[in-house]
Nanobody, 123 residues
Framework: VQLQASGGGLVQAGGSLRLSCAAS????????MAWFRQPPGKAREFVAA????????RYADSVKGRFTISRDNVKHTMSLQMNSLTPEDTAVYFC?????????????????WGQGTLVTVSS
């Protein structure tokens, strides 16, 4: 599975961005997918995850109520709608997938990773 993340850019605080992750190769099968992010100078952290059916996504507390994860299994894509962005959301955002159908917040449990897309939120 190859993952390609896109949609990052520069946005003012309070604005919105939509990230996309396109899967190719063996595609996503029925595994869970997730977004992680790495703020400047910090470790990579969990943002959101979704299982194959799209039901009951899981979010980090820091983004709950502002970000929405979704996936289209026909188009083999996953998205992250980010609203009410703050400078603390500035990071490189990575999409990831795993073979297991269950959601995980652990990076080590994701087998495939995209290259990352930079989101910069100005104050």
């Amino acid at each position: 599975v190859q993952l390609q993340a896109s949609g990052g850019g520069l946005v003012q605080a309070g604005g919105s961005l939509r990230l996309s992750c396109a899967a190719s190769g063996r595609t996503m099968n029925n595994g869970a997918m997730a977004w992680f992010r790495q703020p400047p100078g910090k470790a990579r952290e969990f943002v959101a995850a979704i299982n194959w059916s799209g039901g009951t996504p899981r979010y980090a507390d820091s983004v709950k109520g502002r970000f929405t994860i979704s996936r289209d299994n026909v188009k083999h894509t996953m998205s992250l709608q980010m609203n009410s962005l703050t400078p603390e959301d500035t990071a490189v955002y990575f999409c990831a997938s795993r073979a297991d159908i269950n959601i995980s917040v652990r990076q080590s449990e994701y087998h495939y990773w995209g290259q990352g897309t930079l989101v910069t939120v100005s104050s």
